[in-house]
């Protein structure tokens, strides 16, 4: 994340900052005005007029897909949780057409296992930029049970392709949520759009209007719109950390299902029990 030091995807620091950056715009606006004659400002028009419409039509277009795409990232994270949660609850499922080979409670309780282990620490380590390698190991032993699985009856030899099937699905949303989660803007991209809305708020600044309150106003009103814009790439294209984080709840209702009880966004003693009993593999 750009700046994490000042957690900017932070409601109470970046709405602050998007009005202290529209009151600097403003504050350049009238220093402007004081230093420069209205005549020299006059006489910019014909030029600054063209260079502003060309200038702001091309940050605008790049401003615009960038913020497409920041969206396009929080719902990918979004489709995700989803599908992660789901192939859970269908690996749990599926797991009752197997006790008969001892394997029911073991992929049962990996499951739940697993489940507890990422919504307790996957979205604090995501927003630290680390990995959950204790849920990849419990993942990884309910895989390797899964396939070790040896079906009895033609109804288990139908349905244990489509539990290997679910099982890798976990990881693969497992691997698509740290991938959200460590690749947001690049920095080359931050300083391309900051210095694209400096530089379309300084074009504003070659113009006159004798009524200095309606400029005043203008410029305001063009420092706020982009300003959103790059608060709204912020916070969209780091689905994982920040204030508008993306929902856990879709993996929650799985928590229910599993458990038979809802938690919210607490955690059960029990839970953390079970945590701390698990003996994993190295």
């Given at each position: 994340?750009?700046?994490?030091?000042?957690?900017?995807?932070?409601?109470?620091?970046?709405?602050?900052?998007?009005?202290?950056?529209?009151?600097?715009?403003?504050?350049?606006?009238?220093?402007?005005?004081?230093?420069?004659?209205?005549?020299?400002?006059?006489?910019?028009?014909?030029?600054?007029?063209?260079?502003?419409?060309?200038?702001?039509?091309?940050?605008?277009?790049?401003?615009?897909?960038?913020?497409?795409?920041a969206i396009t990232k929080y719902e990918n994270a979004a489709i995700s949780i989803e599908k992660e949660a789901i192939s859970l609850i269908s690996v749990y499922t599926l797991a009752?057409?197997?006790?008969?080979?001892?394997?029911?409670?073991?992929?049962?309780?990996?499951?739940?296992?697993?489940?507890?282990?990422?919504?307790?620490?996957?979205?604090?380590?995501?927003?630290?930029?680390?990995?959950?390698?204790?849920?990849?190991?419990?993942?990884?032993?309910?895989?390797?049970?899964?396939?070790?699985i040896e079906p009895i009856t033609e109804n288990q030899k139908i349905i244990l392709p489509i539990l290997i099937d679910k099982s890798l699905s976990i990881r693969e949303s497992s691997?698509?949520?740290?991938?959200?989660?460590?690749?947001?803007?690049?920095?080359?991209?931050?300083?391309?759009?900051?210095?694209?809305?400096?530089?379309?708020?300084?074009?504003?600044?070659?113009?006159?209007?004798?009524?200095?309150?309606?400029?005043?106003?203008?410029?305001?009103?063009?420092?706020?719109?982009?300003?959103?814009?790059?608060?709204?790439?912020?916070l969209f294209a780091e689905p994982y950390t920040g204030d508008f984080i993306a929902s856990r709840i879709p993996l929650i209702q799985a928590q229910q299902i599993m458990d038979e009880?809802?938690?919210?966004?607490?955690?059960?003693?029990?839970?953390?029990?079970?945590?701390?009993?698990?003996?994993?593999?190295?």
């Open positions: 994340m750009i700046f994490p030091h000042l957690e900017l995807d932070n409601y109470a620091v970046g709405i602050p900052l998007v009005a202290l950056v529209v009151a600097l715009a403003i504050l350049g606006q009238v220093l402007v005005k004081r230093i420069v004659s209205r005549e020299s400002l006059i006489n910019c028009h014909e030029v600054a007029g063209y260079c502003f419409s060309v200038v702001g039509t091309l940050y605008a277009v790049i401003l615009g897909l960038v913020v497409l795409d009752d057409h197997f006790k008969d080979t001892d394997s029911e409670a073991k992929i049962q309780q990996l499951s739940k296992y697993y489940l507890n282990e990422v919504l307790a620490n996957d979205w604090n380590l995501m927003n630290e930029g680390k990995k959950n390698f204790k849920a990849r190991n419990i993942l990884k032993r309910l895989i390797d049970t899964n396939n070790a691997r698509a949520r740290y991938n959200q989660a460590d690749n947001g803007i690049s920095t080359v991209e931050w300083i391309a759009l900051l210095v694209g809305g400096l530089v379309t708020i300084m074009f504003t600044y070659f113009f006159n209007v004798d009524n200095s309150k309606a400029q005043y106003l203008m410029t305001g009103i063009i420092t706020l719109v982009i300003s959103m814009n790059l608060y709204i790439v912020l009880t809802y938690y919210g966004d607490g955690w059960s003693l029990e839970n953390e029990r079970e945590l701390s009993e698990i003996r994993l593999v190295p």
